[in-house]
């Protein structure tokens, strides 16, 4: 079925750090959304994009909608400990907008 | 504003019990419903997902069954667990785009540890 590729996996990195990661799709999406779960909890919401080539930001988060429109990017600037966490990316597909999620990257932040 | 209540945050039970998680959403009307399980530190596997009201796709052969009795309940069920249904259990809304946006939203999950 239809996927979403995250890398990466995961990540294990120092305080202080930025982050990259991105998410691809062999597919279209009209709007691309990054979800950041806390252990033990549900995903939350970070950004949405909803136009190609849009850049957001939330904070010490950035993400980008790619041109081509198959793939997004999220940066976090200057990582804390409470960064901790799995991103997700996620994208609505056909005509019920059934969200379909990607396979998350895991972020390890070490004081 | 739209909430979402997810229960029980934790539940134990022994093989061969039944199973029903409840989940509800308030302050949208025609929501999709989504539910998920996710192991450990895994990615989100979807289970079932529902457009309207006993409409009911389900994405993985499994031993759960969904029903959405009302437009804004959705509720997971079993006859009989197995051990492999451990697992952390999440409900979700997303808008339709048709009266809004197709973002999702997330209940506070369920942990189903199955002894």
């Known amino acids: 079925g239809q996927q979403l590729n995250q890398s990466p996996q995961s990540m294990f990195i120092q305080e202080g750090e930025d982050v990259s990661m991105n998410c691809t799709s062999s597919?279209?999406?009209?709007?691309w959304l990054w979800y950041k779960q806390d252990p033990g909890e549900g995903p939350v919401l970070l950004i949405a994009?909803?136009?190609?080539?849009e850049l957001t930001s939330n904070g010490r988060l950035t993400a980008q909608f790619g041109i081509t429109r198959k793939d997004s990017f999220l940066n976090i600037s200057a990582s804390i400990p409470s960064d901790v966490g799995i991103y997700f990316c996620?994208?609505?597909?056909?005509?019920?907008?059934?969200?379909?999620f990607g396979t998350g990257t895991l972020l390890a932040v070490q004081p | 504003s739209q909430t979402i209540h997810q229960w029980p945050a934790t539940l134990v039970q022994p093989v061969g019990s039944p199973l029903s998680l409840e989940c509800t959403v308030e302050g949208t009307s025609n929501p999709n419903l989504y539910w998920y399980r996710q192991a450990a530190g895994r990615g989100l596997q979807l289970l079932f997902y529902?457009?309207?009201?006993?409409?009911i796709s389900s994405e993985v052969p499994q031993n759960l069954s969904a029903s959405r009795p009302q437009d804004r309940q959705f509720i997971l069920s079993s006859k009989k667990l197995l051990l492999s249904d451990s697992g952390f259990y999440l409900c979700?809304?997303?808008?339709?785009?048709?009266?809004?946006?197709?973002?999702?939203?997330f209940g506070q999950g369920t942990r189903l540890t199955v002894v």
């Open positions: 529902s457009v309207g009201i006993g409409q």
């Open positions: 994009l909803y136009k190609a080539g």
């Open positions: 979700a809304w997303s808008g339709t785009g048709r009266t809004g946006g197709t973002e999702a939203f």
């Open positions: 996620a994208g609505p597909r056909g005509a019920t907008n059934k969200l379909i």
């Open positions: 597919s279209i999406f009209n709007t």
